[in-house]
């Protein structure tokens, strides 16, 4: 059975990074779709990012695009998201998902697309 762990979420000054970790286990992590997403109180669930198994195609929110970025490490079956110029919009529960499937199959940005889920890290973003 898959199991994702989040984490590197804190509290933090706007302007400030913070990387969020996703760690994976219980299957071929090199095969898999990795997506962040993200809720805000109060809001529904919204994409943040994806990258494919290989980690030479991403998508990002346009709320993000710029200032995050993911990758991926196959070695040690762990995505990444870098967040730099944090601002406190941005401030949420942070997901991991993961699926496995064809990048150009899959509607990344859809969290019904996604299978499997972390518990979530929390970021906040305040002065």
């Known amino acids: 059975q898959v199991q994702l762990v989040e984490s590197g979420g804190g509290l933090v000054q706007p302007g400030d990074s913070l990387r969020l970790s996703c760690g994976f286990s219980?299957?071929?992590?090199?095969?898999?779709?990795m997506g962040w997403f993200r809720q805000a109180p109060g809001k529904q669930r919204e994409f943040v990012a994806a990258?494919?198994?290989?980690?030479?195609?991403?998508q990002y929110a346009d709320s993000v695009k710029g200032r995050f970025t993911l990758s991926r490490d196959n070695a040690k079956n762990t995505v990444f998201l870098q967040m730099n110029s944090l601002k406190p919009e941005d401030t949420a529960v942070y997901y991991c998902a993961a699926e496995l499937s064809r990048w150009s199959r899959m509607e990344v940005v859809a969290d019904t697309a996604y299978g499997y889920w972390g518990q979530g890290t929390q970021v906040t973003v305040s002065s």
């Open positions: 990258i494919n198994f290989s980690g030479e195609n991403t």
């Open positions: 219980g299957g071929t992590f090199s095969i898999y779709v």
